[in-house]
């Protein structure tokens, strides 16, 4: 199997932590993404929506988007303890926090960062307006995650899980809005400086800057 990825995007990252929580080595193929290299007919033959990452599987099928692939290792290893949860309000509460965090947090903070900084206006219509409303809906999203981590010590709860993962990349990324958590949200900053901690984070967060 191959990944292709850029390793510094949100998007390869959440794979990344994964696949480091799980222990799993697999073989990665970097993308020119600034360069248009994922908008080629070749990479467009393996990634449907000609995004990374993308898993080139050796049946010769490819699966792209992130969490996708995500839960395809976790089907195929089967952990003890799996990041998607084992009993079905477990499955139910990390898919439900999963989803708030992707489309209430990361996705709207993509949607910030594209319009605002124009990075991709070679490509699509970049609108600022919408990047700066963008940018404001993710810092009114925060208290959301500080009053959930104000109650547990996780995001969906008190175990570690791919919501977390997502959370926590999310607030890796925003930093290039210059947003942060406040002061007054010491459980988000606590729960954050707690998951940096995590072997599987420090090892790509240290591959990332190599």
Not at 88 to 107: D, H, S, T, V, Y
């Amino acid at each position: 199997m191959k990944l292709y990825e850029l390793a510094p995007t949100p998007s390869a990252r959440r794979v990344n932590i994964f696949l480091a929580e799980l222990g799993i080595e697999i073989e990665r193929v970097s993308v020119d993404v600034r360069g248009g290299e994922n908008l080629t007919e070749e990479f467009r033959a393996k990634s449907v929506n000609g995004r990374i990452p993308c898993l080139a599987l050796d049946s010769g099928e490819h699966l792209c988007e992130s969490i996708a692939i995500c839960r395809y290792f976790d089907e195929l290893h089967t952990p003890e303890h799996s990041l998607f949860g084992n009993t079905p309000i477990e499955k139910a509460q990390i898919e439900m926090w999963q989803r708030i965090c992707e489309l209430q947090g990361l996705f709207v903070g993509f949607q910030a960062f594209r319009n605002i900084t124009k990075i991709y206006e070679d490509r699509e219509n970049c609108v600022e307006a919408w990047g700066h409303e963008s940018r404001q809906r993710v810092i009114d999203f925060l208290p959301t995650l500080e009053a959930q981590l104000s109650q547990h010590h996780y995001i969906a709860g008190d175990t570690f899980s791919i919501a977390d993962i997502t959370a926590y990349v999310m607030l890796s990324f925003i930093k290039h809005l210059d947003i942060t958590p406040s002061a007054e949200q010491v459980h988000l900053m606590r729960w954050q400086q707690q998951i940096a901690q995590r072997p599987s984070v420090q090892k790509v967060n240290a591959a990332t800057i190599s």
